[in-house]
């Protein structure tokens, strides 16, 4: 009779699978996070002081000045959810320190969504702000985002502070 003691390799597969099950995530976290600050970075911020009466003509809960389509990019776990108030010229900073504090609660095969429920933000897509430069937000975003898919996962994996 032969018997073999498998008790360390079993906890050495374990903390292995720990590890790669943290990387994982967190290399999902920092692809989502630089493309949601991409997109971010690709929408254009108003003026409430040059088009004040576009601005006048808001009603609540739509804030009365600039930074509302930048400040509502969003992580959502299911679909669209609520319109996110977040407005001013550090609105960009401020949704950004959100979708982090959201993107955290990430695990490992879970279906997440980024997305800007801004009642204006097809116009801004479409180009209704010459900030746009005639490409939209999309467009540039998805040529970060396949730039980072390509070259940036496998580093962002390798970064990752292991669980081990």
Do not use: C
Request: hydrophobic share 35%.
């Amino acid at each position: 009779m032969v018997t073999v003691e498998i008790g360390d390799l079993v906890k050495d597969l374990e903390k292995y699978h720990d590890d790669m099950v943290f990387r994982l995530e967190q290399m999902v976290r920092t692809f989502s996070y630089n493309v949601a600050m991409t997109a971010i970075q690709k929408t254009p911020i108003g003026d409430s002081i040059k088009y004040k009466g576009y601005y006048d003509a808001r009603t609540p809960p739509l804030p009365k000045w600039e930074g509302l389509a930048k400040g509502n990019w969003q992580y959502y776990r299911q679909g669209l959810g609520h319109l996110q108030i977040v407005s001013g010229q550090a609105s960009g900073e401020v949704a950004l320190d959100i979708f982090q504090s959201d993107a955290l609660a990430y695990k490992l095969g879970q279906t997440f969504y980024i997305g800007n429920n801004t009642p204006y933000i097809d116009e801004l897509e479409y180009n209704y702000s010459p900030q746009t430069q005639g490409e939209g937000i999309l467009q540039p975003t998805m040529q970060v985002v396949t730039s980072i898919y390509q070259f940036s996962l496998p580093q962002y994996y390798k970064e990752a502070q292991g669980a081990i």
